[in-house]
């Protein structure tokens, strides 16, 4: 393993440390492992908290800020947070409006969401509401996960979701929100290389020089099935096609269409698959109204890619040009 | 090799399809392989021109765009554009106050570059200055570069001056303070693996698990030495002092301070990194007045990172902090 950390055990305590310093804007809480927004309280607006396991940066730390997430809790790499930290951050963002937790569907970030949701009502009498991301068309459950694995969708929820809190929307119409894109958005990824998880030290899966795994979750899990190594043009229909008839999306639909890496595969390649992927679209008579190109919820060093789909109209397609302004996205602001 | 690409021969063809495709405000010239600017013209205004070969994504196609370059020469993968291209982007971008051409030190690059400025100017009487970057303190001569190489200051750079121009400086006043920042700068950068060129099909070179290319070139060409793996903290070290020598910076200098990943490393570790940055230049009385995490200057997909310190007065932080509106850079706009 060759990673530029000091121990496998402080990782995500160290980099905590970094991106205070990287970020004046954000402040973090480091004994429970919080990123949150620096800037001016805003009563009266719906707090938004995410997080979940580390090792899927820019996700969620680098989306705390305006018009996206309020705080974003770390767990350990690929390991859900305590609901000691969501508590913890459910307590920084409320501003009297109550909560929005948003969270991607495995098993233990479920459970833990839940478990902080309730505790922190019962303490603080903040009114918290959970809306789980699930949009990974890959296969029904997997290894951490009852039911469809939450994958890109939360990134472009996050930033949707953000902008309609920011504009003041109350909580039911937020979560309602959140709720619409999670079921308007589909997602499917493919790896060419495992990722190597610090505290593991060797590859989470091993795969032939010749073979990539189609489906892969974000943590390594396994997918629909292993096939032949294949061209970019290959690639963009292996991924979009189930994406496309999952939902399923038909001609004259507009998309905002994100082709994410999933943090080992160069910019390059994710602009070539990109034209792949508007290829298919184009030929399917669907529109694309917004896109998204780059490393946003990625698996650690893991070189591949991942396409997801969200089908937009005006509402969502407005809200995600509104102004945000966090490390990782930022327009407008 | 694994990439996400079509055929190596077409793969910096294929990408800028793909870029223009994700950035609306953005043009391709697909004939000149030019990325350039599709907002307004401004009559006045220096024309900022790069390039250098691909492979470096978002450098430098994804800083075109308000306050940064007004246009960007695609070479083949770390291949010199041609002066065919660079006269076609010098024309692009005249808007009758003549043109800046930014130019990584590597020889192939400025011949070309050179020989371009000479072309258009007997062509089209625009008037062509040109200023080269060489801020890796890692080595005086090297594979495709004498004296030294140009690097992560060439980011900076591009964003400082790029404000200047914006802001309606002449010709003469953006060159000299292009000439600044790179006086001011220094770089140094390790690998961890190497990268694989597609045409190449292998790995540029072989390196062991237990060992690290200190003071490698962006293009895999050999650093200063192969030193034993180490912690982020010793690598800090190995990336600072050398840096903090050079110039030299000293106690109560202020810097910009830019951590660069090199394509394969995730962006955890850039910011366990950066932490180990920041305490040495605390521990040498060294204020980081703004700073820059994050993949600007890749090597496809190398492992590894790069350190880049650039002497900030008030002008240069106030040039920074300019609005800019590019797909690697943007804030404020």
């Known amino acids: 393993m060759k990673k530029i950390i000091n121990d496998p055990d402080t990782v995500v ?28 309280r805003r009563p009266g607006k719906v707090g938004l908290v995410s997080g979940g396991g580390s090792g899927h940066e ?41 909560v929005l937790q948003i969270v991607k569907n495995y ?8 478990m902080a949701a309730e505790m922190a009502a019962a303490e603080t009498g903040v ?10 068309v890959a296969v029904q459950d997997s290894t951490f996960t009852a039911g469809r694995r939450g994958v890109g969708v939360t990134v472009l929820l ?9 504009e003041g929307r109350d909580l039911a119409a937020v979560a309602e929100l959140a709720r619409k894109v999670n079921g308007n958005g589909r ?12 505290a593991a030290g060797k590859p989470t899966f091993e795969i032939g020089e010749d073979e ?17 190594m294949a061209s970019a043009k290959e690639m963009a229909q292996l991924l979009v ?13 507009g998309v905002i269409a994100f082709v994410n890496g999933l943090g080992g595969t160069p910019l390059l390649e994710l602009y070539v698959l990109y034209h792949e992927v508007r290829s298919i679209l184009d030929q399917h008579g669907i529109g694309v109204a917004r896109s998204l190109v780059g490393n946003y919820i990625t698996s650690l060093d893991m070189a591949g890619a991942s396409v997801t789909l969200l089908k937009a109209d005006d509402e969502l397609v407005g809200l995600w040009d509104a102004p945000v302004s966090t490390p990782g996205l930022r327009w407008g602001a």
Chains 1, 2 share one sequence.
């Open 13 to 40: 305590a160290d980099a905590l440390l970094g991106i205070e310093e990287a970020y004046p804007q954000l402040r973090v809480d480091h004994e429970n492992k919080v990123v949150y927004r620096g800037d001016e």
């Open 58 to 98: 820019p996700l969620h730390g680098g989306f705390v800020g305006l018009g996206m997430l309020d705080a974003a809790c770390a767990g350990e790499v690929f390991t859900s947070p305590v609901p000691d930290q969501m508590i913890a951050a459910t307590k920084l963002v409320d501003d009297g409006a109550g």
């Open 107 to 114: 098993t233990g970030d479920v459970m833990n969401f839940e």
């Open 127 to 136: 009114e918290v509401v959970s809306v789980v991301t699930d949009d990974d």
């Open 158 to 166: 996050e930033k949707i979701v953000g902008a309609a809190a920011e």
């Open 187 to 198: 997602s499917m990824g493919l790896a060419l290389t495992s990722c190597t998880v610090p």
């Open 212 to 228: 990539m795994e189609l489906g892969v979750g974000i943590h390594g899990e396994p997918g629909r099935e292993r096939v032949p």
């Open 241 to 253: 096609e189930p994406v496309l008839a999952d939902l399923p999306f038909g001609s004259g639909d």
